[in-house]
């Protein structure tokens, strides 16, 4: 990776040429089809709900803070589309963790040159781990579902619920920087733990490489193969960055 990206939005995009590749675009497909039909139900479910968001919103204002409905109405709506989309984010990642960890594997393999031997990887080993590979994706969404219910308390308190949908953009970026990190450092044992320490310890790029795969997956059509290149690129930030940090 002679010309390997400088920041995680980089790396996302890097993500996206490499599942271009000839020998990788067949690991992309079937993530593709799921990813695809999950967030095409999540806008259909978010565009049905957000006038009743914008109503409540509007009520919730007592008469002499009517004027900050401008501020909090898009902002209400950007925390809800973000729930909901991650929400199903869990779900596709849940359905397609043994679909993606194949995907890092042979990404991997494409940047490294060091092909895994057939008894220790592939479908053979996919197959072997799956109930692994469930469990740790569960144990994500354990870690997710803690931290965000005390997060999404803030938006009832007046005064903080200011703030709350700017602390919830960056709690998202920062599951969403793990999300993805975990799935190379899974093929590879690390314990969600350490997968945590490594991110933290780069902090500035795994945010930026969340927060921008967070962004891509609210776009029409581009959100389709947003799974597939935060994959990738978080393969290439595991191979380039990440498996150094001692």
Sequence with gaps: MNNAPKSGMGYLFYGFSLISKPDLRIFVTIPLIINSLLFATGIWFAYGQLQNLVVWVEGYLPGWLSWLSWLLIPLFIIASILIIFFTFSIVANLISAPFNSLLAEKVEEHLTGNKIPEDEGGWQRVLKDIIPLFMNEIGKSVYFITRAIPLLILFLIPVVNLVAPFI???????????????????????????????????????????????????????????????????????????????
């Design 168 to 246: 919830w953009m960056v709690f998202s970026a920062w599951m969403m920087a793990q999300q993805y990190a975990d799935v190379p450092m899974s093929n590879h044992e690390l314990s969600g733990k350490e997968v945590r320490r490594r991110l933290n310890s780069d902090k500035f790029t795994s945010l930026s490489f969340g927060g921008s795969v967070m962004v891509l997956t609210m776009i029409p059509v581009i959100n389709f193969f947003a799974m597939p290149a935060a994959v990738a690129g978080a393969t290439a930030m595991w191979v380039e960055r990440l498996q150094k940090i001692k």
